[in-house]
């Protein structure tokens, strides 16, 4: 039988990388030879899950060829995909996110439900086919829950979200708001990653009327941290605008603890991002948003929607 690999999308977030290896186990359900893999670097959040739990990293690759069996989770646009996506028989699509980009050549199984995060679809595919919930799976879904909502906060999530995470919080026996904020801080750490990986950590690529733009997000404790880095990571967002032919660079700095943003805007055309919030860039090329910690909520949508 014909391997099938699953996975998230290039910048792998928690939800990416724990989704990808709860639908693994959904497949092995069906028979199916399923195998988790990720298309990038893992960000220190989902480090210290993996090994919480004592889980392996599902491994790297960087292009499918043709013909390979594929499902994706947590995305479904083209330019955030895998390299050669294109040439992959796609079978199914499990995600939370607007669409766009994507056709296939074949019929496929495509869910997609406006929810805070992926694992929470998930969890309702293992109830609705009754399909028994292990502790480890539990906490892979609990975890994407707890960071694509940041802790239930975000104006992401949904009832089915709480839902999913009062359920499998039982399921796995753990208080998930103390085991989430030491999991969430653990992802706040970017000391020992250089500019160019801060800005890739969880930058997704997005294509709208010609023009194309990232909008890069990271977590922090202290916005103040991380701008004093400012001069560096806005050069190595410079690079990626030149390498890439990029329009737009957002580098998003979400404060988990007070739940607000502080943007670096760059490039030829980033008054879009002006008049999609009514703020003015100011003279360090920053933007305060009060109140703003979704990229998938609150920030592209009214990029898109100017565009």
Same mark, same amino acid.
């Given at each position: 039988?014909?391997?099938?690999?699953?996975?998230?999308?290039?910048?792998?977030?928690?939800?990416?990388?724990?989704?990808?290896?709860?639908?693994?186990?959904?497949?092995?359900?069906?028979?199916?030879?399923?195998?988790?893999?990720?298309?990038?670097?893992?960000?220190?959040?989902?480090?210290?899950?993996?090994?919480?739990?004592?889980?392996?990293?599902?491994?790297?690759?960087?292009?499918?060829?043709?013909?390979?069996?594929?499902?994706?989770?947590?995305?479904?646009?083209?330019?955030?995909?895998?390299?050669?996506?294109?040439?992959?028989?796609?079978?199914?699509?499990?995600?939370?996110?607007?669409?766009?980009?994507?056709?296939?050549?074949?019929?496929?199984?495509?869910?997609?439900?406006?929810?805070?995060?992926?694992?929470?679809?998930?969890?309702?595919?293992?109830?609705?086919?009754?399909?028994?919930?292990?502790?480890?799976?539990?906490?892979?879904?609990?975890?994407?829950?707890?960071?694509?909502?940041?802790?239930?906060?975000?104006?992401?999530?949904?009832?089915?979200?709480?839902?999913?995470?009062?359920?499998?919080?039982?399921?796995?026996?753990?208080?998930?708001?103390?085991?989430?904020?030491?999991?969430?801080?653990?992802?706040?750490?970017?000391?020992?990653?250089?500019?160019?990986?801060?800005?890739?950590?969880?930058?997704?690529?997005?294509?709208?009327?010609?023009?194309?733009?990232?909008?890069?997000?990271?977590?922090?404790?202290?916005?103040?941290?991380?701008?004093?880095?400012? *001069?560096?990571?806005?050069?190595?967002? =410079?690079?990626?605008? #030149?390498? @890439? /032919?990029?329009?737009?660079?957002?580098? &998003?700095? !979400?404060?988990?603890?007070?739940?607000?943003?502080?943007?670096?805007?760059?490039?030829?055309?980033?008054?879009?991002?002006?008049?999609?919030?009514?703020?003015?860039?100011? *003279?360090?090329?920053?933007?305060?948003? =009060?109140?703003?910690? #979704?990229? @998938? /909520?609150?920030?592209?949508?009214?990029? &898109?929607? !100017?565009?």
């Amino acid at each position: 039988m014909e391997k099938v690999l699953i996975f998230g999308h290039k910048s792998p977030d928690t939800d990416s990388i724990c989704s990808s290896l709860v639908t693994e186990t959904l497949a092995k359900h069906y028979g199916l030879d399923a195998e988790a893999v990720r298309l990038g670097e893992l960000n220190k959040e989902t480090e210290y899950i993996l090994n919480h739990l004592g889980v392996e990293a599902p491994r790297k690759i960087g292009e499918v060829v043709e013909g390979q069996k594929v499902i994706l989770v947590d995305h479904n646009e083209k330019e955030q995909s895998v390299d050669g996506r294109e040439k992959a028989e796609v079978m199914g699509v499990i995600d939370h996110h607007r669409i766009a980009s994507f056709e296939t050549i074949s019929p496929l199984y495509y869910m997609a439900k406006p929810y805070g995060c992926t694992s929470t679809l998930l969890y309702e595919i293992f109830r609705r086919e009754n399909i028994e919930i292990d502790k480890q799976t539990a906490m892979l879904m609990l975890s994407a829950i707890i960071s694509d909502t940041l802790l239930l906060k975000s104006p992401t999530c949904t009832e089915k979200d709480k839902e999913a995470y009062s359920e499998l919080e039982k399921i796995a026996e753990v208080n998930a708001e103390e085991y989430g904020l030491e999991m969430l801080k653990a992802g706040t750490d970017l000391s020992m990653y250089s500019a160019e990986e801060v800005i890739n950590l969880d930058a997704k690529e997005f294509s709208e009327k010609g023009k194309k733009l990232v909008i890069a997000q990271v977590n922090t404790a202290d916005i103040n941290d991380v701008f004093a880095r400012k *001069e560096e990571l806005a050069f190595a967002m =410079e690079k990626e605008i #030149s390498d @890439k /032919k990029l329009d737009v660079y957002m580098l &998003l700095v !979400t404060d988990i603890i007070n739940t607000n943003s502080k943007a670096i805007v760059l490039g030829n055309d980033r008054e879009v991002v002006e008049k999609a919030f009514n703020k003015k860039i100011d *003279e360090n090329d920053s933007m305060f948003l =009060e109140g703003v910690v #979704s990229r @998938k /909520k609150q920030v592209a949508p009214p990029i &898109l929607e !100017t565009l």
